[in-house]
Protein backbone atom coordinates (compact mmCIF):
# COMPACT_ATOMS: atom_id res chain seq x y z
CA UNK A 1 0.00 0.00 0.00
CA UNK A 2 1.44 3.68 -0.88
CA UNK A 3 0.79 4.15 3.16
CA UNK A 4 3.24 1.25 3.67
CA UNK A 5 5.69 2.37 1.21
CA UNK A 6 6.09 5.90 2.74
CA UNK A 7 6.63 3.95 6.00
CA UNK A 8 9.56 1.86 4.19
CA UNK A 9 11.19 4.81 3.21
CA UNK A 10 10.89 6.06 6.31
CA UNK A 11 12.49 3.54 8.00
CA UNK A 12 15.58 3.65 6.16
CA UNK A 13 16.68 6.71 7.48
CA UNK A 14 16.48 5.55 10.88
CA UNK A 15 19.44 3.12 12.51
CA UNK A 16 19.01 -0.10 13.14
CA UNK A 17 20.17 -2.13 16.26
CA UNK A 18 21.06 -5.08 13.98
CA UNK A 19 22.63 -3.68 10.87
CA UNK A 20 26.08 -4.98 11.41
CA UNK A 21 24.48 -8.60 11.86
CA UNK A 22 22.39 -7.96 8.66
CA UNK A 23 25.45 -6.81 7.22
CA UNK A 24 27.63 -9.83 8.10
CA UNK A 25 24.63 -12.71 7.01
CA UNK A 26 24.41 -10.76 3.56
CA UNK A 27 27.41 -12.64 2.32
CA UNK A 28 26.07 -16.03 3.79
CA UNK A 29 22.57 -15.43 1.58
CA UNK A 30 22.66 -17.18 -1.53
CA UNK A 31 26.38 -16.98 -2.07
CA UNK A 32 26.14 -18.07 -5.79
CA UNK A 33 23.22 -16.11 -6.96
CA UNK A 34 24.63 -13.66 -9.13
CA UNK A 35 22.07 -11.08 -8.23
CA UNK A 36 23.52 -11.22 -4.55
CA UNK A 37 27.38 -12.40 -5.04
CA UNK A 38 28.42 -9.02 -5.67
CA UNK A 39 29.66 -7.63 -2.42
CA UNK A 40 28.00 -3.88 -1.70
CA UNK A 41 25.99 -4.43 -5.48
CA UNK A 42 23.02 -3.61 -6.13
CA UNK A 43 21.54 -6.69 -5.26
CA UNK A 44 22.85 -6.84 -1.66
CA UNK A 45 21.91 -3.24 -1.10
CA UNK A 46 17.91 -4.03 -2.04
CA UNK A 47 18.13 -7.28 0.90
CA UNK A 48 19.66 -4.78 3.20
CA UNK A 49 17.32 -2.47 3.07
CA UNK A 50 14.45 -4.37 3.46
CA UNK A 51 15.54 -6.60 5.92
CA UNK A 52 16.83 -3.48 8.25
CA UNK A 53 12.72 -1.52 7.79
CA UNK A 54 11.56 -4.86 8.68
CA UNK A 55 14.12 -5.05 11.58
CA UNK A 56 12.65 -1.54 12.59
CA UNK A 57 8.76 -1.81 11.56
CA UNK A 58 8.70 -5.19 13.69
CA UNK A 59 10.89 -5.07 17.28
CA UNK A 60 9.88 -8.01 18.42
CA UNK A 61 11.18 -9.93 15.92
CA UNK A 62 13.71 -7.71 14.91
CA UNK A 63 16.01 -9.59 12.59
CA UNK A 64 16.85 -13.44 12.26
CA UNK A 65 18.74 -14.87 9.18
CA UNK A 66 15.97 -16.48 8.04
CA UNK A 67 14.40 -13.22 7.15
CA UNK A 68 17.09 -13.04 4.30
CA UNK A 69 15.81 -16.29 2.76
CA UNK A 70 12.37 -14.65 2.68
CA UNK A 71 12.94 -11.13 1.10
CA UNK A 72 15.95 -12.75 -1.39
CA UNK A 73 13.27 -14.96 -3.48
CA UNK A 74 10.68 -11.53 -3.02
CA UNK A 75 13.17 -9.28 -4.66
CA UNK A 76 13.87 -11.64 -7.30
CA UNK A 77 10.59 -12.07 -8.42
CA UNK A 78 9.54 -8.39 -8.22
CA UNK A 79 12.83 -7.63 -9.85
CA UNK A 80 11.60 -9.56 -12.84
CA UNK A 81 8.58 -7.47 -12.85
CA UNK A 82 10.44 -4.30 -12.41
CA UNK A 83 8.96 -3.44 -9.32
CA UNK A 84 10.75 -1.85 -6.73
CA UNK A 85 11.97 -2.90 -3.25
CA UNK A 86 9.48 -1.35 -1.30
CA UNK A 87 6.75 -4.02 -2.81
CA UNK A 88 9.04 -6.85 -1.50
CA UNK A 89 9.09 -4.78 1.84
CA UNK A 90 5.16 -4.65 1.48
CA UNK A 91 4.81 -8.07 1.07
CA UNK A 92 7.08 -9.60 3.44
CA UNK A 93 5.26 -7.41 5.87
CA UNK A 94 1.65 -9.13 4.74
CA UNK A 95 3.25 -12.63 4.72
CA UNK A 96 4.81 -12.06 8.13
CA UNK A 97 1.80 -10.85 9.36
CA UNK A 98 -1.37 -11.61 7.60
CA UNK A 99 -0.05 -15.61 7.51
CA UNK A 100 1.36 -15.38 10.96
CA UNK A 101 4.26 -15.93 9.59
CA UNK A 102 6.63 -13.49 11.95
CA UNK A 103 5.35 -16.40 15.00
CA UNK A 104 8.30 -18.42 13.25
CA UNK A 105 10.46 -15.56 14.16
CA UNK A 106 9.68 -14.22 17.83
CA UNK A 107 11.94 -15.02 20.85
CA UNK A 108 9.43 -17.81 21.95
CA UNK A 109 9.31 -19.11 18.52
CA UNK A 110 5.69 -19.87 19.77
CA UNK A 111 4.54 -20.46 15.55
CA UNK A 112 7.82 -22.90 15.18
CA UNK A 113 6.85 -24.80 18.32
CA UNK A 114 3.22 -25.15 17.16
CA UNK A 115 4.45 -26.04 13.29
CA UNK A 116 7.03 -28.57 14.35
CA UNK A 117 4.30 -30.23 16.90
CA UNK A 118 1.83 -31.20 14.06
CA UNK A 119 4.79 -31.65 11.88
CA UNK A 120 5.63 -34.41 14.06
CA UNK A 121 2.47 -36.31 14.77
CA UNK A 122 1.83 -35.89 11.33
CA UNK A 123 4.79 -37.76 10.22
CA UNK A 124 3.94 -40.36 12.71
CA UNK A 125 0.86 -40.97 11.29
CA UNK A 126 1.53 -40.47 7.34
CA UNK A 127 5.51 -41.67 7.24
CA UNK A 128 5.64 -44.12 10.54
CA UNK A 129 8.63 -45.76 8.68
CA UNK A 130 10.07 -42.92 8.00
CA UNK A 131 9.06 -41.17 11.51
CA UNK A 132 10.78 -44.53 13.06
CA UNK A 133 14.09 -44.25 10.85
CA UNK A 134 14.53 -40.61 11.84
CA UNK A 135 14.12 -41.13 15.71
CA UNK A 136 16.34 -43.88 15.52
CA UNK A 137 19.26 -42.27 14.44
CA UNK A 138 18.46 -39.24 17.11
CA UNK A 139 17.31 -36.32 14.36
CA UNK A 140 14.41 -34.57 15.33
CA UNK A 141 12.54 -32.03 13.43
CA UNK A 142 14.13 -29.23 14.57
CA UNK A 143 17.33 -30.23 13.28
CA UNK A 144 16.19 -29.70 9.69
CA UNK A 145 12.12 -28.96 9.77
CA UNK A 146 12.47 -25.67 11.06
CA UNK A 147 14.50 -24.03 8.37
CA UNK A 148 11.68 -25.69 5.98
CA UNK A 149 9.07 -23.53 7.77
CA UNK A 150 11.63 -20.92 8.69
CA UNK A 151 13.08 -20.29 5.03
CA UNK A 152 10.23 -22.08 2.74
CA UNK A 153 13.18 -24.22 1.80
CA UNK A 154 15.06 -21.43 0.45
CA UNK A 155 18.18 -21.71 2.55
CA UNK A 156 19.67 -24.36 0.50
CA UNK A 157 17.54 -25.30 -2.88
CA UNK A 158 17.26 -24.38 -6.02
CA UNK A 159 15.54 -21.37 -6.54
CA UNK A 160 13.41 -22.09 -9.33
CA UNK A 161 11.28 -24.49 -7.20
CA UNK A 162 11.30 -22.19 -3.80
CA UNK A 163 9.84 -19.74 -5.91
CA UNK A 164 6.89 -21.83 -6.93
CA UNK A 165 6.28 -23.26 -3.23
CA UNK A 166 6.22 -19.24 -2.08
CA UNK A 167 3.31 -18.91 -5.02
CA UNK A 168 1.62 -21.42 -3.26
CA UNK A 169 2.14 -20.40 0.31
CA UNK A 170 0.77 -16.98 -0.83
CA UNK A 171 -2.53 -18.33 -2.34
CA UNK A 172 -2.48 -21.40 0.74
CA UNK A 173 -1.31 -20.29 3.43
CA UNK A 174 1.38 -21.21 5.27
CA UNK A 175 -0.07 -24.79 5.91
CA UNK A 176 0.94 -25.47 2.19
CA UNK A 177 4.96 -25.95 3.70
CA UNK A 178 3.56 -29.15 5.16
CA UNK A 179 2.11 -30.47 1.96
CA UNK A 180 6.02 -30.50 -0.16
CA UNK A 181 7.49 -31.69 3.34
CA UNK A 182 5.28 -34.65 2.93
CA UNK A 183 5.76 -34.86 -1.00
CA UNK A 184 9.33 -34.74 -0.39
CA UNK A 185 9.76 -36.83 2.14
CA UNK A 186 7.49 -39.70 0.62
CA UNK A 187 9.29 -39.40 -2.95
CA UNK A 188 12.50 -39.94 -0.79
CA UNK A 189 11.49 -42.11 1.84
CA UNK A 190 13.12 -45.25 0.39
CA UNK A 191 16.77 -43.54 0.40
CA UNK A 192 16.31 -42.18 3.55
CA UNK A 193 15.83 -45.62 5.49
CA UNK A 194 19.19 -46.63 4.22
CA UNK A 195 21.27 -43.96 5.80
CA UNK A 196 22.81 -43.26 8.91
CA UNK A 197 23.06 -39.97 10.85
CA UNK A 198 25.62 -37.89 9.21
CA UNK A 199 24.48 -38.59 5.87
CA UNK A 200 20.73 -38.83 6.58
CA UNK A 201 20.79 -35.10 8.10
CA UNK A 202 23.01 -33.98 5.31
CA UNK A 203 20.44 -35.34 2.94
CA UNK A 204 17.24 -33.92 4.65
CA UNK A 205 18.90 -30.29 4.19
CA UNK A 206 20.36 -30.45 0.53
CA UNK A 207 19.34 -33.39 -1.00
CA UNK A 208 15.53 -34.66 -1.16
CA UNK A 209 15.15 -32.30 -4.52
CA UNK A 210 17.38 -34.42 -6.45
CA UNK A 211 14.93 -36.90 -7.11
CA UNK A 212 12.86 -34.32 -9.19
CA UNK A 213 15.47 -32.77 -11.70
CA UNK A 214 13.94 -30.15 -13.31
CA UNK A 215 10.40 -31.24 -13.58
CA UNK A 216 9.33 -28.96 -10.74
CA UNK A 217 5.72 -29.77 -11.55
CA UNK A 218 5.57 -32.94 -10.63
CA UNK A 219 6.63 -32.25 -7.04
CA UNK A 220 3.56 -29.11 -7.02
CA UNK A 221 1.03 -32.54 -8.51
CA UNK A 222 2.63 -34.50 -5.74
CA UNK A 223 2.10 -31.77 -2.90
CA UNK A 224 -1.26 -31.11 -3.80
CA UNK A 225 -2.44 -34.72 -3.61
CA UNK A 226 -1.38 -34.94 -0.21
CA UNK A 227 -3.58 -35.82 2.69
CA UNK A 228 -3.42 -33.21 4.59
CA UNK A 229 -7.22 -30.98 6.19
CA UNK A 230 -7.34 -27.71 7.81
CA UNK A 231 -9.30 -29.75 10.30
CA UNK A 232 -6.75 -32.09 10.91
CA UNK A 233 -4.25 -29.58 11.31
CA UNK A 234 -6.95 -27.46 13.67
CA UNK A 235 -7.15 -30.34 16.39
CA UNK A 236 -3.60 -30.83 16.38
CA UNK A 237 -2.64 -27.03 17.42
CA UNK A 238 -5.85 -27.78 20.33
CA UNK A 239 -3.54 -30.77 21.40
CA UNK A 240 -0.95 -28.43 21.33
CA UNK A 241 -2.16 -25.70 23.56
CA UNK A 242 -3.41 -28.23 25.75
CA UNK A 243 0.14 -29.94 25.98
CA UNK A 244 1.58 -26.27 26.92
CA UNK A 245 -1.39 -25.28 29.65
CA UNK A 246 -0.75 -28.84 31.44
CA UNK A 247 3.06 -28.91 31.25
CA UNK A 248 3.26 -25.02 31.48
CA UNK A 249 6.85 -23.44 31.07
CA UNK A 250 8.07 -26.97 30.98
CA UNK A 251 6.93 -27.31 27.43
CA UNK A 252 9.51 -24.30 26.44
CA UNK A 253 12.17 -25.85 28.28
CA UNK A 254 11.99 -29.13 26.72
CA UNK A 255 11.44 -27.43 23.43
CA UNK A 256 14.06 -25.54 24.09
CA UNK A 257 16.39 -28.47 25.42
CA UNK A 258 15.41 -30.21 22.08
CA UNK A 259 16.99 -28.03 20.03
CA UNK A 260 19.83 -27.27 22.23
CA UNK A 261 20.39 -31.30 21.94
CA UNK A 262 20.08 -31.18 18.27
CA UNK A 263 22.10 -28.47 18.18
CA UNK A 264 24.55 -30.14 20.18
CA UNK A 265 24.83 -33.20 17.84
CA UNK A 266 25.30 -31.29 14.88
CA UNK A 267 28.04 -29.38 16.40
CA UNK A 268 29.64 -32.70 16.94
CA UNK A 269 28.83 -33.67 13.70
CA UNK A 270 30.80 -30.52 12.32
CA UNK A 271 33.83 -31.09 14.83
CA UNK A 272 34.37 -34.55 13.56
CA UNK A 273 34.16 -33.22 10.06
CA UNK A 274 36.46 -30.36 10.87
CA UNK A 275 38.85 -32.96 12.79
CA UNK A 276 38.57 -35.27 9.87
CA UNK A 277 39.31 -32.16 7.44
CA UNK A 278 42.55 -31.37 9.81
CA UNK A 279 44.05 -35.06 9.64
CA UNK A 280 44.04 -34.64 5.99
CA UNK A 281 45.05 -31.32 5.94
CA UNK A 282 47.80 -32.53 7.87
CA UNK A 283 48.15 -35.13 5.77
CA UNK A 284 48.27 -33.17 2.71
CA UNK A 285 51.15 -31.14 4.65
CA UNK A 286 53.46 -33.64 5.17
CA UNK A 287 52.90 -34.75 1.16
CA UNK A 288 53.69 -30.85 0.03
CA UNK A 289 56.70 -30.58 2.89
CA UNK A 290 58.14 -33.85 1.07
CA UNK A 291 57.51 -32.61 -2.19
CA UNK A 292 59.09 -29.32 -1.49
CA UNK A 293 61.81 -30.85 -0.20
CA UNK A 294 62.48 -32.91 -3.01
CA UNK A 295 61.71 -30.04 -5.47
CA UNK A 296 64.89 -28.21 -3.37
CA UNK A 297 67.00 -31.00 -3.87
CA UNK A 298 66.38 -31.25 -7.77
CA UNK A 299 66.51 -27.53 -8.08
CA UNK A 300 69.77 -27.69 -6.09
CA UNK A 301 70.74 -30.87 -8.18
CA UNK A 302 70.09 -28.37 -11.72
CA UNK A 303 71.76 -25.98 -10.38
CA UNK A 304 74.93 -27.83 -10.04
CA UNK A 305 74.35 -29.09 -13.42
CA UNK A 306 73.89 -25.73 -14.96
CA UNK A 307 77.36 -24.56 -13.42
CA UNK A 308 78.41 -27.79 -14.83
CA UNK A 309 77.15 -27.04 -17.81
CA UNK A 310 78.34 -23.58 -18.01
CA UNK A 311 82.10 -24.53 -17.31
CA UNK A 312 81.66 -26.32 -20.23
CA UNK A 313 80.14 -23.55 -21.88
CA UNK A 314 83.10 -21.81 -21.30
CA UNK A 315 85.50 -23.69 -22.22
CA UNK A 316 83.95 -24.52 -25.21
CA UNK A 317 83.76 -21.25 -26.22
CA UNK A 318 87.18 -20.30 -25.35
CA UNK A 319 88.44 -23.26 -27.68
CA UNK A 320 86.19 -22.22 -30.14
CA UNK A 321 87.82 -18.25 -29.85
CA UNK A 322 91.65 -20.15 -29.85
CA UNK A 323 90.62 -21.79 -32.80
CA UNK A 324 89.29 -18.99 -34.85
CA UNK A 325 92.02 -16.83 -33.67
CA UNK A 326 94.64 -19.07 -35.36
CA UNK A 327 92.60 -19.13 -38.13
CA UNK A 328 92.65 -16.19 -38.75
CA UNK A 329 95.92 -15.61 -38.23
CA UNK A 330 96.79 -18.90 -40.63
CA UNK A 331 94.29 -17.04 -43.25
CA UNK A 332 95.87 -13.62 -42.52
CA UNK A 333 99.96 -15.03 -43.63
CA UNK A 334 98.54 -17.10 -46.28
CA UNK A 335 96.91 -14.05 -47.85
CA UNK A 336 100.05 -12.29 -47.33
CA UNK A 337 102.12 -15.02 -49.29
CA UNK A 338 99.13 -15.21 -51.82
CA UNK A 339 99.48 -11.27 -52.29
CA UNK A 340 103.31 -12.01 -52.66
CA UNK A 341 103.38 -14.60 -54.83
CA UNK A 342 101.10 -12.59 -57.07
CA UNK A 343 103.31 -9.65 -56.96
CA UNK A 344 106.09 -11.79 -57.98
CA UNK A 345 103.81 -13.52 -60.94
CA UNK A 346 102.59 -10.32 -62.33
CA UNK A 347 106.31 -8.74 -62.08
CA UNK A 348 107.26 -12.35 -64.15
CA UNK A 349 104.79 -11.79 -66.35
CA UNK A 350 105.37 -8.60 -67.36
CA UNK A 351 109.28 -9.49 -68.19
CA UNK A 352 107.23 -12.45 -70.26
CA UNK A 353 105.20 -9.76 -72.15
CA UNK A 354 108.11 -7.90 -72.84
CA UNK A 355 110.03 -10.56 -74.29
CA UNK A 356 107.63 -11.57 -76.23
CA UNK A 357 107.38 -8.05 -78.05
CA UNK A 358 111.03 -8.24 -78.44
CA UNK A 359 110.72 -11.26 -80.25
CA UNK A 360 107.86 -10.19 -82.19
CA UNK A 361 110.09 -7.50 -83.38
CA UNK A 362 112.89 -9.90 -84.16
CA UNK A 363 110.48 -12.63 -85.71
CA UNK A 364 109.17 -9.22 -88.04
CA UNK A 365 112.59 -8.59 -88.60
CA UNK A 366 113.40 -12.08 -89.81
CA UNK A 367 110.39 -12.12 -92.07
CA UNK A 368 111.56 -9.06 -93.61
CA UNK A 369 115.31 -9.97 -94.05
CA UNK A 370 113.59 -13.47 -95.56
CA UNK A 371 111.99 -11.26 -98.06
CA UNK A 372 114.10 -9.52 -99.34
CA UNK A 373 116.98 -12.53 -99.84
CA UNK A 374 113.65 -14.02 -101.98
CA UNK A 375 113.69 -11.40 -104.09
CA UNK A 376 117.76 -11.32 -104.40
CA UNK A 377 117.50 -14.85 -105.56
CA UNK A 378 114.56 -14.48 -107.26
CA UNK A 379 116.61 -11.56 -109.71
CA UNK A 380 119.85 -14.20 -109.10
CA UNK A 381 118.01 -16.88 -111.20
CA UNK A 382 116.62 -14.33 -113.34
CA UNK A 383 120.18 -13.17 -114.33
CA UNK A 384 121.37 -17.20 -113.82
CA UNK A 385 118.75 -18.25 -117.07
CA UNK A 386 119.45 -15.17 -119.21
CA UNK A 387 123.27 -16.18 -118.88
CA UNK A 388 122.11 -20.13 -119.64
CA UNK A 389 120.06 -19.01 -122.76
CA UNK A 390 122.86 -16.43 -123.80
CA UNK A 391 125.38 -19.42 -123.69
CA UNK A 392 123.44 -21.53 -125.71
CA UNK A 393 122.95 -19.32 -128.46
Excluded at 228 to 256: F, I, P
Amino acid sequence: SPELETTYRTLLTRTSLHEKQIVRDLARTFPKHEHFAEVGGPGQESLYNVIKAYSLFDPEVGYCQGLAFIAGPLLLNLEALQMPDEEAFCVLVKLMKGYNFRELFTKSMSGLQLRLYQFDRLLEETLPAVAKHLESQDIKSTMYASQWFMTLFAYRFPLDIVFRIMDIVLAEGLEAIFRFSFALLRRNQEVIQTLEFEALLEFLKVGLFDVYGDNVNALIQQAAAEPLSKARLDRLAQEHRDVQRQTGAGADEAMSAGVLRGENRRLQDALRKLEAGYEGLNREHVELARRHLETAEAAERAAQRVEELEGRADALQAAVAAERAGAEAGVADEARELAARNVELARHNSELEDRAEQLQARAGEARARAEALRHEVSDLRGKWDALRAALRA
